[in-house]
């Protein structure tokens, strides 16, 4: 059964990883018709969202790309290594280009050099942009709403006091990072091992229970089945998503029948007074 794995031999065996992200000051870049894409050691961007990121004046006709900020200018051509920066020529690595049906430019070609930095996340697979600061979910546009009585008789176990908590929210993976207190969660994902799907999430501390949350079944708790800590000291925690600790907590005995993609939250309990669920970007 998967709940009696050693949790200490699944890396190796782990197929998955985090999602391509570009984040400027913190939060994710929502790209409008197409993702960021990693090709040849660089990650290409398309050139009208990273310019709206970046707050740049856009510049586009024909087979050429400008952008303008603070009295900073580039200009790109189209399939073409050559680009005018400050209106001195310069070489880049890799071109502007054409993908599938989009265009695409360099993106820390284009940041940096309207003096934006940009780093490299390679624990995460993200890009960052300027600021790294982490926003705080109490600072956050995310809202708290009244806690209903569906979450706490769904939520509740003698283990797991969630009706003592007097508010919810609901975020979405577009939302992540996000601090929660002391704990920044930065990213959750999913991975294979060998045929079972397991989820990951990358937290600046190494602890912290998740629970699987669908529309009328009680919650699915899942304690860290591996842990790993990361080169940039964040930690990547491995959790189930089949358990015997469903059978021997609720009784259910078909407990190897759920489907993560079934769940309608996966939720996180930070321990503060309200209750933190995020929208299953893996729903089916």
Excluded at 28 to 47: S, W, Y
Excluded at 234 to 240: A, E, L, S
């Amino acid at each position: 059964m998967f709940g009696l794995y050693n949790p200490w031999i699944v890396e190796a065996d782990a197929v998955g990883s985090p999602k391509l992200a570009v984040l400027v000051d913190g939060r994710k870049v929502k790209f409008q018709g197409g993702d960021p894409i990693f090709e040849q050691g660089r990650v290409q961007v398309p050139l009208r969202g990273i310019g709206e990121a970046l707050k740049a004046e856009i510049g586009f006709s024909g087979k050429t790309v400008s952008y303008k900020k603070d009295g900073r200018s580039i200009v790109l051509t189209i399939g073409s290594k050559e680009a005018v920066v400050d209106g001195k020529k310069v070489t880049m690595d890799t071109p502007a280009k054409s993908i599938k049906g989009r265009t695409y430019v360099p993106l820390r070609f284009v940041s940096e050099n309207l003096g934006i930095p940009v780093s490299w996340d390679q624990v995460g697979n993200w890009a960052w942009i300027g600021s790294k600061e982490v926003p705080d979910i109490e600072k956050s546009h995310i809202a708290k709403q009244p806690i209903s009585k569906k979450f706490i008789d769904l939520v509740s176990t003698n283990k797991y006091l969630i009706k003592d908590k007097s508010s919810v929210r609901v975020f979405t993976i577009d939302d992540l990072p996000l601090k929660f207190g002391q704990v920044t969660v930065y990213d959750v994902w999913t991975v294979k091992i060998n045929e079972y799907q397991a989820v990951r999430v990358r937290y600046s501390l190494g602890r912290g229970n998740i629970f699987y949350l669908g529309e009328g079944d009680r919650a699915r708790f899942r304690s860290n089945m591996s842990h790993e800590k990361n080169s940039d000291q964040t930690v990547t925690i491995t959790y189930q998503t089949t358990s015997q600790g469903d059978e021997l907590r609720e009784g259910d005995k078909n407990y190897m029948s759920f489907n993560l993609h079934k769940a309608e939250y996966i939720g996180f309990d930070r321990g503060s007074d309200s209750l933190e669920l995020l929208q299953n970007p893996f729903r089916q």
